[in-house]
């Protein structure tokens, strides 16, 4: 009797007969982490094959003129740096969310994980990627960007 009451204590749920059902708010987050992730991966290829064509079609080295009026003839960047921008804040919700679906209980904690890190991952790689051109365009002398 003493081992069932130990058993009890340490349940999961309050009623071992019970299934746990999935987080809404896991599902929540773990759909816009991976919405956020493939839309930022097909923003970054459009944009690289966009830049691309700009050396395919001048000179090996552009002046910043040519980049310039490459770059204001171009809605896509327009359209990708608003599409990137909501991204990132899409995936700070996202985030949140799922650190507020991982403390729910009674609700399997699968999609929770899952969406936190899918949303705050490449959070963290974007933060990691500013501070490293940081540090490379300090090293390399750049003192201002005009």
Known sequence: MNSE??????????NP?????????GIASFVIGITSIILAVVMIIL????????F??????????????FASS?????VSGI??????????????????????KNRKKLFPILGTIFNLLPLLAAIGFIVFS?????????TSFS
């Open 47 to 54: 944009l690289s094959v966009s830049v691309a064509d700009l």
């Open 17 to 25: 007969n019970t299934v746990l059902k999935h987080s809404g708010l």
């Open 56 to 69: 395919m079609e001048g000179s090996p080295e552009p002046t910043e003129e040519e980049i310039m009026e």
């Open 83 to 104: 599409v990137l921008v909501i991204l990132f804040f899409s995936q700070v919700i996202g985030g949140i969310i799922g650190i507020i679906s991982l403390f729910q």
């Open 134 to 142: 940081f540090a490379v365009g300090i090293s390399a002398g750049a």
């Open 74 to 78: 171009q809605s896509l960047f327009l």
């Open 5 to 14: 009451n130990n058993l009890n204590e340490y349940s999961v749920s309050e």
